[in-house]
């Protein structure tokens, strides 16, 4: 089986739009947020990977070839221009198209349910969450037996609070292309994009039977306000309860917190909640319940919820705030 991973956005919700990065490569506790899509991947078995690309998908790449070099099998997919979730899914159609059941998730996501019975499910079947706001997302109609009934994108009326979070198993590939194509051919758009949503209404019309299972948790990762929580969630397992302060000098860790490797952390105070990526600089500074991404240098900075992203120099910030990739930012008084 084929794991089909879009990973075209950049993250436009995150941070002004002159510096965009991949979102899916923002640190979330010990890795990026592909990371643990990937990894739990290959934890049930699946080790062959199709990825939807796009602005920056270099880096996306880099990464992958760089941290699975010998674990998957990986093949990239260009998906220009994009025109939404079920276009993203035709990019790629060249690399599945002899499949006859693939996995399809959506890189912006952290998911957590039962994935070896969700993969192994003999009929079609999506993974859904229960929302408040029913109307911004692509959600699910179910029949007494909790056989999906319907799929509807952003309705504006509905009828239903089950939100798709993004994560497929379809045991139909060929007529799936297949709907997809029609609607690409006849150019049938929803809010200007195809909606893999309306491609599945179509699936289901044709026969096809699809189950639903409710995640345990779910976050959107393309929003910093969720990006942080899926961190904190992370950070909550059990290997990051564990500190080793004697590393750094004159600092005091708070767990829990995830420290990557050959990082300099001195006259701080870190945590709780704080993921640091590789060799990151952190001097003088106070950090709780933020992200602070690899390559990046921080100096008399007191930052909580703060999210900074890789390559990236803060000095004297004292607030709540996003710094995109390879930025510098000096909030210091001369």
Known sequence: MKAIIPVAGVGSKLQQPTNLQPKTLITVADKPVIGHIIDEFIRVGVHEFVFVIGALGYKIQQYIHQTYKKKIKAEF?????????AHAIWS??????????????????????????????????????????????????????????????????????????????????????????????????????????????????????????????????????????ANEMMLKHEEFETVFPERYEDTILIPPVSIGSNCKISNSIIGPYVAIGNDSVIHSSILQHSIVCSHSNLQNTILKKSVIGNNTNVKGAFRSIYVSDEASLDMQKD
């Open 92 to 229: 790629a159609r060249e690399f599945f198209k002899n499949e006859t059941e693939i996995v399809i998730a959506f890189g912006d996501a952290i998911a957590s349910l039962d994935t070896k019975q969700f993969i192994r499910s003999k009929t079609s079947i999506v993974a859904v969450t229960k929302v408040d706001n029913p109307c911004s997302f692509g959600i699910v109609e179910t029949d007494q037996n909790s056989w999906v009934k319907k799929f509807v994108e952003k309705p504006k009326i509905p009828k239903s609070n089950k939100a798709l979070v993004g994560l497929y198993k379809i045991n139909n590939v060929p007529m799936l292309l297949d709907l997809i194509g029609q609607n690409i051919e006849s150019k049938k758009l929803t809010q200007g994009e195809y909606h893999l949503t309306d491609a599945l209404g179509m699936l289901l019309k044709t026969g096809e039977k699809f189950a639903i299972m409710e995640v345990d948790h779910w976050h959107d990762c393309s929003r910093m306000e969720t990006l942080l929580e």
């Open 77 to 85: 997919a260009i998906q220009e221009p994009r025109l939404g979730s």
